[in-house]
């Protein structure tokens, strides 16, 4: 397989092709057993192995997952090819990343950016007014001393005070810009769960393999990694042709108001709509895993839905010595567990996000197992097969949130007394809506839920602002209201293309993703060592407020890779959150790589 750069071409030298039909993958096992088993009968009546009667079953098994696994890999899940810099900075760079010197350099970036504890919170008040924000001017002011370079380099514009815009501007300006996010912000830690933590959480303390404290995973290691990546190439003398822009919110763990909202807006007047070729922002926990023997990465290419259901019911007051037979919480109880009987169905379909991961699991995974090998490449066609794919996965929650409907009962609030009967008592039931499915969709099947309810307890219902029961107001023993909890509910996101001509982004990145893991690791460049998958990320992130900065390509992907933290886990959004050091210095490495090599391209 040839190194040389496709950035200059029009059309993709590796694409992904259709799924493989049913009756061709049934006479490669047909031939793959037969094989088998004349190989069985070979081996046993030579008596060179000793074997037990298990022995040349897994025997067996391994050379039936072998051989289908070459077929998959061609039909199934097709990766496009490495992409390997032609500016020999990337090299030069590479040599630096892998220094004593270099690692206590970015020890001390990331350590430092943590002892800031830039915490965001749902009630926070007006920038101006609440104090709470003044940690982000000492953020602020921590990073112009770390990256002088960045910033002597790049123009900084301050929006709304506290989000920071970047622009590295490109000689060439006929070429369109790429957006680069993170968030300076981390969740606030529980004071009470400060003695629990094995660090200070605020200590950015290494202890020689990892770095602790809060924001090392999520997400000052993706901003600081970033920076850090394009203070090695100015030091290096690098000069970008293309305009490189970079945002960072102040307030992505708490939606994002103050920050990434107003960030898009800035850019949406500064650059105007769809002006970038395509953005790259955080992306899931774990952006690089193992699955069935086999390192994939995952880079998200949608985002679910969100929703927060604000379940209000009201019913009179009263003394508790002459209770009802329902009080007012006693009927919102009974409204929950309804909705707790009653989950969205989840059905597994071949337009989800996570029917390409199963593709690419089914076409790589060297342990996959056979039944859901098999289920996976029958089910493009079979709706059986498609029925048994789930009935396999969805045994597991997690997989369920995935493709499905998720709803969670998170808040609930009611009474102010013990003698005294409840008026007012709500609930907040948090939604995170399928790529499938809609806003409007969710908020109907709610309202059918418990419209039924409302009849039986009498109340009236209004869901956000439409009038549901048929009970007059005059004549009803209490009330139900459906709204927006915080106002901040969101549509499922679009689908970044992974494969046609629109995919050029999702290549770019699939090819820097395979250079950067070969390259940190010493490995032969242009062999296929990990397989880039389309992931889902279950949460949401700042590109929320992006949408219309560019034509529908948006990538979640940092290349944290998880696999690096071994039996310890990152403790993100918990107590010691941490980032083992191989991991930091891989992220820079992937920054570089991708800046470069989307500096050199012009098929995006």
Not at 88 to 100: P, S
Not at 185 to 195: F, G, I
Not at 332 to 357: A, C, H, I, K, Q
Request: aromatic share 10%.
């Amino acid at each position: 397989m040839s190194l040389s750069v496709w950035a200059d071409k029009d059309v993709p030298r590796s694409t992904p092709t259709s799924p493989v039909s049913p009756l061709a993958y049934g006479k490669k096992v047909f031939r793959s057993i037969v094989l088998c088993i004349v190989l069985l009968i070979a081996v046993l009546s030579t008596n060179v192995f000793k074997f037990t009667w298990s022995s040349p079953i897994n025997y067996c098994n391994a050379f039936l997952l072998s051989n289908l696994n070459k077929y998959g890999n061609e039909q199934l899940c097709s990766q496009y090819d490495v992409l390997v810099p032609k500016n020999l900075l990337w090299n030069t760079v590479g040599e630096v990343v892998g220094t004593e010197e270099f690692k206590d350099r970015a020890v001390n970036w990331l350590a430092g950016a943590i002892r800031i504890p830039t915490e965001s919170y749902d009630d926070f008040g007006p920038i101006g007014e609440d104090p709470r924000w003044e940690t982000f001017k000492h953020f602020h002011d921590y990073l112009l001393e770390a990256f002088p370079l960045v910033h002597s380099t790049l123009s900084l514009t301050k929006i709304n005070t506290h989000s920071l815009l970047y622009e590295w501007t490109g000689t060439d300006s006929s070429i369109k810009p790429v957006l680069l996010a993170a968030h300076q912000d981390v969740v606030p830690v529980e004071p009470r769960t400060a003695a629990d933590w094995t660090y200070p959480p605020y200590s950015g303390h290494f202890d020689g393999t990892r770095i602790w404290g809060r924001g090392a995973s999520d997400d000052k290691s993706g901003l600081i990694s970033l920076l850090s990546a394009i203070e090695l190439l100015l030091e290096a003398g690098f000069k970008v042709e293309r305009t490189f822009v970079l945002a960072f919110g102040c307030d992505e763990e708490a939606s994002g108001h103050f920050g990434a909202l107003q960030l898009g807006k800035a850019m949406l007047e500064i650059y105007g709509p769809n002006a970038f070729a395509f953005i790259v922002d955080e992306g899931a926990s774990g952006d690089i895993s193992e699955h069935y023997g086999t390192v994939f990465a995952a880079p998200g290419v949608a985002e679910k839905g969100y929703l927060d259901l604000r379940v209000d019911v009201a019913s009179p007051g009263g003394h508790s010595s002459i209770p009802p037979s329902h009080t007012t919480i006693g009927i919102l109880s009974r409204l929950l567990v309804e909705f707790e009987n009653s989950p969205f169905p989840v059905e597994m379909s071949t337009d989800s996000v996570f029917y390409g991961t199963l593709q690419c699991y089914a076409g790589h995974g060297k342990t996959t197992p056979l039944d859901l090998r098999e289920a996976i490449v029958h089910s493009g066609t079979s709706k059986k097969a498609l029925k048994k794919l789930g009935d396999i996965l969805f045994k597991n929650p997690a997989n369920v949130a995935l493709v499905g409907t998720t709803q969670a009962i998170d808040l609930i609030q009611g009474g102010v007394k013990s003698n005294a009967l409840p008026e007012q008592a709500y609930a907040v039931v948090n939604h995170r809506i399928s790529t499938l499915s809609s806003l409007a969709e969710v908020i109907d099947r709610d309202t059918d839920t418990l419209k039924g309810l409302a009849n039986k307890f009498n109340l009236s219902f209004i869901s956000f602002g439409k009038t549901i029961s048929d009970t007059s107001a005059s004549s009803a023993y209490g009330s139900l209201v459906f709204s927006d909890a915080f106002n901040n509910s969101l549509v499922p996101a679009p689908t970044t293309p992974t494969s046609g001509s629109k995919a050029r982004p999702y290549e770019l990145l699939s090819g820097t993703i395979q250079a950067t893991y070969n390259a940190h690791r010493g490995l032969e460049l242009e062999s296929h060592n990990v397989v880039v998958a389309p992931g889902i990320p279950t949460g949401n992130t700042d590109t929320r407020y992006y949408w219309d900065l560019s034509d529908g390509q948006i990538l979640r992907y940092n290349h944290r890779n998880s696999m690096a933290f071994k039996d310890v886990t990152s403790g993100v959004h918990t107590v010691d959150e941490n980032l083992p050091i191989e991991a930091f210095l891989e992220m820079i490495r992937f920054f570089t790589t991708l800046i470069l090599n989307t500096d050199e391209s012009r098929s995006v």
